[in-house]
């Protein structure tokens, strides 16, 4: 090898040895390179695992701490977890049996679950699903669910998670309410009296007593204001009492007004309003209930003329009964007179005959004055001229006893001390002096009692005058209290005296009977109001 060679060999070797100091530089640098990509990557993959467990940790702990139940199912409705309250809700435990959330569902619900599920499949989510379930103690449960569907990684769906929120109660109320909304309907249906609901006297529902009232359907009073049914002169009242009520000065109010029905014609009717307010005091709607008393209000100014007319008639009937009593008098004076000049002028002349007569005319000329009074006393009772005093009733008795004749064999005896009332003592007067004048006058015992008592019945005083004497039948009991009606046939009695202690009990809004024995006794008792 010559000397030439051996120089292109040495830099051939040198060349080599600059190209392999070069590559090992280059290995250096990309060994190193390497390290620190490992180093790295395992800090990385450290914190990545750090991080995946404690997001783990935090997820475990959002499982477990959910307060609503929360469950995880596949595709088939089979439970994979659950949560505590999951487990405490449904009574089931995953861990201890296996549980398919289809058996849960009632039958009523099961295909709306297929649709439901369906749905969720294909959107992916699934809000507000209710349903009716049966839980592990055989109890029923409503519940409303939120669920969605979990994914792989290929964004294939491998299971579904869903809160549970229990909502029996809920549902029950408003199942109640609703049954409640319907009883409330049946009732205003059906109610005799009209019904309306207006806002801002706009009818926005009438029942069906409030539309046949005016002849409309409910649409076309839906069509319609209450401004548009309402006489005119009435509206300006109406929105008065509606403002006050608005602003609180009145709850309700009722007014008597007129409406116009389809017809033209118009009807009165008796109308209460009151309005329905939310949470925060506003008002929201009016209801009103109608009444219709056209015919009732007929009925009063028919009662109203008629009392006006008796009134007249019975101002009319006292005038006229005075008149004739003192055209009645007057004649009877003059027979009286007559009769009496015959009896002195003629004494000597007459035989026993002619004298018995005489006194037949004068007990005759008695008699008619004793009725003209009664007619006039009847006539003169009426609750105008009553007055209302402070009568004490022993002291009426007291003067009766002195007033009317008392036969020596008869005694009156007030059994207990009978009470202070306020009343007309004249027409107490007249009560008690035809009761024990009838009493007196109807005795044929040797001995006679007239026993006067009462009783109190917190409302009313009830008294009693029973008497020893004849007695009346049974067949006369109601018919002796009727005017000119009085018991036998040669009774001197006018008729009158006992139809007079009708009249004044029933202005003191009381009752009287009679209990009798005939040739025992009679018991009157009456009652009078406090």
Known sequence: MDSKEVILLKKALERQKKARLQAEKILEEKSKELYDVTRHLKEANNTLENLLSEKTSELDGVFINIIDPYVVMDLHFNVINMNSSAKEFLGYDHAVEPLNLSGLVHEDYVQYTMESMKSLMEVGTLKNYRARITVKDGSEKYVQINSSLIYDHDRKPIAAQGIIRDITQETEIKQLLAEQKKQLDIIVENSPLGIVLAVDGKIIKANKAFADLLGYTEGELRQTSVKDISAPEDVEASLRLMKKMDSGELDRFSIVKKYFQKSGSTILAKTTVSTVSDSDGNVGYQVALVEDITKQKELELQKEKLLAELEASNQGLQEYAHIVSH???????????????????????????????LQQIQDKIEGMDGLINGILKYSSISADNLENDSVDLNTVINEIREIIFVPEHVRIVIMNPLPTIKADKTKMHQLFQNLISNAVVNIDKKEGLVAIDRKDCKTHWQF???????????????????????????????????SIVKKIIDLYQGKVWLESTPGEGTTFYFKLKK
């Open 327 to 357: 055209d009645l008098k007057s004649p009877l004076r003059s027979i009286s007179a007559l009769a009496t000049w015959l009896a002195e002028d003629y004494k000597d002349v007459l035989d026993d005959n002619g004298i018995f007569n």
């Open 464 to 498: 009693s005058i029973q008497d020893n004497g004849v007695g009346i039948p049974e067949e006369y009991h109601e018919k002796i209290f009727k005017i000119f009606q009085s018991m036998g046939e040669g009774e001197r009695s006018t008729g009158i005296g006992l």
